[in-house]
């Protein structure tokens, strides 16, 4: 069974950083591109950052170009986002998910807080 | 950037109703779109992929066509648990933009 497990999220002061997790299983995590999408309280669902299974493709969207890194470490079947320079318009809860190439399946998502 | 635009935002219909959402992308995209269903306090399901296939596990009421530009979403025969959100989605040329969703209630 495919399991997406996010971790990492909390309540973080704007201009902080934070580094969510997002630890894979029941697939083999080095054959496929993975991903994070967000959702702002009461919004839609927003692309964020993926990146392909050898980490030689990886895009952002423009929003977080330059402040968020993805990565990936296929040797411990986990996905990274490390998120800089947070601002209060980047709270939301964050999903890792799998391309297929869809979003074929989710994590639960880790909410993320950006708050003095 | 292609931008997506669906139609309508929000929606009630009767159970038994056939609904129909639409898509739109600002410039073509053969037929790399995906659907999502997401219901309320849930995480987002996909529906179907490429445009028209049918992701395994979702039932025959729903089902997806267009090309190009424009993609319809129907759903033959609403039922009280197809309550939710529903979102397009592209994912070629290194974008994975969502559209702004669609929200479904029972009249």
Same mark, same amino acid.
């Given at each position: 069974e495919v399991q997406l497990v996010e971790s990492g999220g909390g309540l973080v002061k704007p201009g902080g950083s934070l580094r969510l997790s997002c630890a894979a299983s029941? #697939? /083999? #995590?080095?054959s496929y591109s993975m991903n994070w999408v967000r959702q702002a309280p009461g919004k839609g669902l927003e692309w964020v950052s993926s990146i392909s299974s050898s980490s030689s493709y990886i895009y952002y969207a423009d929003s977080v170009k330059g402040r968020f890194t993805i990565s990936r470490d296929n040797a411990k079947n986990s996905l990274y986002l490390q998120m800089n320079?947070?601002?209060?318009?980047? /709270?939301a809860v964050y999903y890792c998910a799998r391309s297929?190439?869809? #979003?074929?399946y989710w994590g639960q998502g880790t909410l993320v807080t950006v708050s003095s | 950037d292609i931008q997506m635009t669906q139609s309508p935002s929000s929606l009630s219909a009767s159970v038994g109703d056939r609904v129909t959402i639409t898509c739109r992308a =600002?410039?073509?995209? !053969?037929? &790399?779109l995906a659907w999502y269903q997401q219901k309320p306090g849930k995480v987002p399901k996909l529906l179907? &992929?490429?445009?028209s296939t049918l992701q !395994?596990?979702?039932? =025959?009421r729903f089902s997806g066509s267009g090309s190009g530009t424009d993609f319809t979403l129907t759903i033959s025969s609403l039922q009280p648990e197809d309550v939710a959100t529903y979102y397009c989605q592209k994912y070629n040329s290194a974008s994975w933009t969502f559209g702004q969703g669609t929200k479904v209630e029972i009249k």
């Open positions: 029941g #697939f /083999t #995590f080095s320079s947070l601002r209060a318009e980047d /709270t297929i190439p869809a #979003f074929g | =600002s410039q073509g995209i !053969s037929n &790399y179907i &992929y490429a445009a !395994s596990g979702v039932p =025959s």
